[in-house]
């Protein structure tokens, strides 16, 4: 079996709290916070133990807040390897409004990553056995700059990694650089920003996918599209899957469930139809939930069946 690992450089710890009303100035009565793991790559890892496989999640914990965090995942049995980094791990802060049904998503700067920190968290990514993959998912933290996370990519896959990555903007497009990535996950305003240009007919959507494929930087390149589903494209050709029509409560969550399903189907040799219906299933069931919560074996199955069946 392929072994599984994430990087997440910039982890947090999620709290999540219900307040009647919201106003400025007055104190805001909020309900007994509920702590989550947070950050790209320990979400990819927390989809895949919930679909029933296995990753092990590599990040920097710091201080309490780092402490916490581990605990949490120790909690749902989701394996871990951490550094001990000086900087507390940030918290982030999702306030549910009452009265308006309203999501409030407070977002905290990443903590600081030293020299000698990042250099802790790349000897660990060296350290994995050459066939395994290695997800990178989330945004780069105050202190690593695109260069360094190029560079760390050029490295593992010169240790034999397959790595898959998740991710926007400038930390993408620095992720593309040293080619040959096994999957790659932009949404259309992603891929829309890295090929620089609009993408306003499904056929741009795929030419600018094909184009990342016929250059040499991904194997596979999957657009998220939200409630439209994904489309899939790989040296042989392309896929489209849409999700069945759904109430969705919140879209929190969808795009690191539907790579971490991805990821554990690429683990298991599966073709790019059928790993892209399961992200796509994995994407919609984290939208079925209320709040943060991750994809469900149960409901990714049951859209899976659904999709397998048109
Ligand atoms: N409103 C929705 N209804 C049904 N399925 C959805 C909806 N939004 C997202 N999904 C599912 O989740 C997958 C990923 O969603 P999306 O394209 O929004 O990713 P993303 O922009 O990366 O999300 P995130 O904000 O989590 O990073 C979609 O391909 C789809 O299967
Ligand atoms: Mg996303």
Redesign the pocket.
């Known amino acids: 079996m392929v072994k599984i690992y994430t990087l997440t450089l910039s982890p947090s710890l999620d709290s999540a709290t219900v307040t009647p009303q919201i106003y400025p100035e007055g104190k805001l009565r909020c309900s007994a916070p509920m702590f989550e793991p947070g950050g790209?790559g320990i979400n990819v890892a927390r989809a895949i133990t919930y679909l029933g496989g296995n990753a092990t999640a590599i990040f920097p914990a710091g201080g309490a807040t780092g402490e916490h965090l581990v605990s949490l995942l120790t909690e749902e049995k989701v394996p871990v390897e951490t550094i001990n980094a000086e900087d507390w791990t940030r918290q982030n802060l999702h306030v549910h409004v009452e009265s308006s049904g309203e999501q409030y998503r407070f977002v905290m700067p990443g903590a600081r990553l030293s020299e000698k920190e990042f250099h802790q968290l790349e000897e660990k990514v060296l350290a994995i056995e050459s066939g395994a993959i290695l997800v990178i998912s989330g945004s780069l933290p105050p202190g690593v700059d695109t260069a360094k996370l190029t560079q760390l990519i050029r490295h593992a896959q010169g240790n034999g990694l397959r790595c898959i990555v998740?991710s926007s903007g400038d930390a993408l497009l620095a992720a593309l650089e040293p080619g040959n990535l096994e999957l790659v996950?932009?949404?259309?305003?992603?891929l829309s920003a890295l090929v620089n240009r609009e993408l306003s007919q499904p056929d741009d959507v795929r030419t600018a996918a094909q184009e990342l494929v016929q250059s040499g930087k991904a194997h596979r390149v999957v657009v998220?599209?939200?409630?439209?589903?994904?489309l899939a494209v790989d040296k042989t050709g392309f896929v489209q899957?849409v999700?069945p029509p759904?109430k969705?409560q919140s879209?929190?969550?969808?795009?690191?469930?539907?790579?971490g399903a991805m990821t554990l189907k690429l683990a298991q040799g599966a073709s790019l139809l059928e790993m892209t219906r399961y992200?796509?299933?994995?994407?919609?069931a984290?939208?079925i939930n209320q709040g943060t919560r991750l994809c469900s074996l149960a409901d990714t199955q049951k859209i899976v069946d659904y999709l397998a069946s048109q």
Request: aromatic share 0%.
């Open positions: 790209g998740d996950k932009p949404n259309q305003k992603e998220s599209l939200g409630p439209q589903g994904a899957v999700p759904m969705s879209t929190v969550g969808a795009g690191d469930s539907m790579v992200g796509v299933a994995a994407g919609s984290a939208t």
